[in-house]
């Protein structure tokens, strides 16, 4: 009885993490007052630019620029920017301390002339009037915003993923990093005024950092800027890792037990109960000719009926990975046990042929 117990209270702990914290649609149709730059880094971006590079050209509000900061790709992404008519940066080489995004991304900020930025991940897509309800929201909390986007995919081992994806939104919009002095932002999509990141030194205040978009939340909070994270649901929405498993678990392993050093205990606490009960559902299988079976199974259908709920805002993850979420969770162990070695045994993480060093030192 008492594991049944702790699956419902896991489960109500999703329910009390989870805040539909979505932007207002905006249908905004004539120019921003702002100047509005955009900042692309792309390094290896040939599949996933055009995505971002389209959905900018329909846009209600049109940017005042487009920067694109080719960082040292061997494919066609420079080519493919240029085609676009958009500013294209090919980004010179990394200084000592510096982590290859957060120089791109530098070096797209030193040549804007905009006095407000949405710095855009390339395999971002936005929604029509996705940036003039970015503007507005940014208006609203007077401070910087970012969005977690909702996650497209297409592949069934892109949906294995479902579980990362819950457990960010819950990391992103739990009530309890309100007031959290290292507050984070999803590097994804973030909306600064200039004058704001100017405040803080931009990207260079955390030029060494793996997790580069969590400090910069961080470094705004400290500076007294506010921050505010939103959901993407209907707006702002990306493919990760439309290249393969093999990215994916990359990209997901560099950050997933470093990012953990931000949150509050408040946060992490319900996160674990949340976790410990979807694994103890998942048990079913080992357990199911036992008289254990049926807890088990009760509290295994209550998480994937949450899990239904959670995808409408969190992905397209379709029917198969809810309702057999026992591998969506093998992924997720997977990933945390490949961060941890490669951050405690290798002392690096590895991302799109580089590695970078854990404890703020530049890529190898």
């Given at each position: 009885?008492?594991?049944?117990?702790?699956?419902?209270?896991g489960?109500?702990?999703?329910?009390?993490?989870?805040?539909?914290n979505?932007?207002?649609?905006t249908?905004?149709?004539?120019?921003?007052?702002?100047?509005?730059?955009?900042i692309?880094?792309?390094?290896?971006?040939?599949c996933?630019?055009?995505?971002?590079?389209?959905?900018?050209k329909?846009?209600?509000?049109?940017?005042?620029?487009?920067?694109?900061?080719?960082?040292?790709?061997?494919?066609?992404?420079?080519e493919?920017?240029?085609?676009?008519?958009?500013?294209?940066?090919?980004?010179?080489?990394?200084?000592?301390?510096?982590?290859?995004?957060n120089?791109?991304v530098?070096?797209?900020?030193?040549?804007?002339?905009?006095?407000?930025?949405?710095?855009?991940?390339?395999?971002i897509?936005?929604?029509?009037?996705?940036?003039a309800?970015?503007?507005?929201?940014?208006?609203?909390?007077?401070?910087?915003?970012?969005?977690?986007?909702?996650h497209?995919?297409?592949?069934?081992?892109e949906k294995?993923?479902?579980?990362?994806?819950?457990?960010?939104?819950?990391?992103?919009?739990?009530?309890?990093?309100?007031?959290?002095?290292m507050k984070?932002?999803?590097?994804?999509?973030i909306?600064?005024?200039?004058?704001?990141?100017?405040?803080?030194?931009g990207?260079?205040s955390?030029?060494?950092?793996?997790?580069?978009?969590?400090?910069?939340?961080?470094?705004?909070?400290?500076?007294?800027?506010?921050?505010?994270?939103?959901?993407?649901?209907?707006?702002?929405?990306?493919?990760?890792?439309?290249?393969?498993?093999?990215?994916?678990i990359?990209?997901?392993?560099?950050?997933?037990?470093?990012?953990?050093?931000?949150?509050?205990?408040?946060?992490?606490?319900?996160i674990?109960?949340?976790?410990?009960?979807?694994l103890?559902?998942?048990?079913?299988?080992?357990f199911?000719?036992?008289?254990?079976?049926l807890?088990?199974?009760?509290?295994y259908?209550?998480y994937?009926?949450?899990?239904?709920?959670?995808?409408?805002?969190?992905?397209?993850?379709?029917?198969v990975?809810?309702?057999?979420?026992?591998?969506?969770?093998l992924?997720?162990i997977?990933?945390?046990l490949?961060?941890?070695?490669?951050?405690?045994i290798l002392?690096?993480?590895?991302?799109?042929g580089?590695?970078?060093?854990?404890?703020?030192k530049?890529?190898?």
């Amino acid at each position: 009885m008492w594991m049944l117990i702790l699956m419902l209270v896991g489960c109500l702990s999703g329910f009390f993490l989870f805040r539909k914290n979505t932007l207002t649609v905006t249908n905004q149709t004539d120019q921003s007052v702002w100047k509005l730059s955009i900042i692309i880094p792309a390094r290896n971006e040939e599949c996933n630019l055009p995505h971002l590079l389209e959905s900018l050209k329909s846009q209600t509000v049109q940017p005042f620029e487009i920067i694109v900061v080719d960082d040292y790709s061997d494919d066609r992404t420079k080519e493919i920017a240029e085609g676009y008519g958009v500013k294209v940066i090919s980004n010179s080489s990394l200084p000592k301390g510096w982590t290859g995004k957060n120089w791109a991304v530098w070096n797209g900020y030193l040549h804007a002339s905009g006095d407000m930025f949405v710095f855009l991940d390339a395999d971002i897509r936005l929604a029509p009037n996705a940036l003039a309800s970015l503007i507005k929201a940014r208006e609203r909390s007077k401070g910087v915003i970012s969005v977690v986007p909702f996650h497209h995919t297409e592949k069934l081992y892109e949906k294995l993923a479902l579980i990362m994806n819950v457990l960010g939104i819950f990391a992103f919009t739990s009530v309890f990093e309100k007031k959290n002095r290292m507050k984070g932002l999803y590097g994804s999509c973030i909306v600064a005024l200039r004058e704001d990141y100017e405040k803080i030194n931009g990207h260079e205040s955390v030029k060494a950092e793996v997790l580069d978009d969590l400090f910069l939340g961080s470094k705004f909070m400290a500076a007294g800027v506010p921050v505010t994270n939103f959901i993407g649901y209907g707006l702002v929405s990306f493919r990760m890792y439309p290249q393969g498993i093999q990215s994916e678990i990359e990209g997901f392993s560099k950050g997933a037990v470093l990012s953990t050093s931000t949150l509050s205990p408040w946060t992490i606490i319900p996160i674990a109960i949340w976790v410990v009960g979807l694994l103890l559902s998942e048990t079913v299988f080992i357990f199911a000719n036992t008289s254990w079976a049926l807890p088990f199974l009760i509290g295994y259908f209550v998480y994937m009926f949450q899990l239904f709920y959670f995808t409408k805002y969190v992905g397209a993850f379709g029917i198969v990975i809810p309702l057999l979420h026992v591998f969506a969770s093998l992924f997720f162990i997977i990933v945390m046990l490949y961060s941890m070695y490669q951050v405690v045994i290798l002392g690096h993480v590895s991302w799109k042929g580089r590695h970078i060093r854990v404890g703020g030192k530049r890529d190898l």
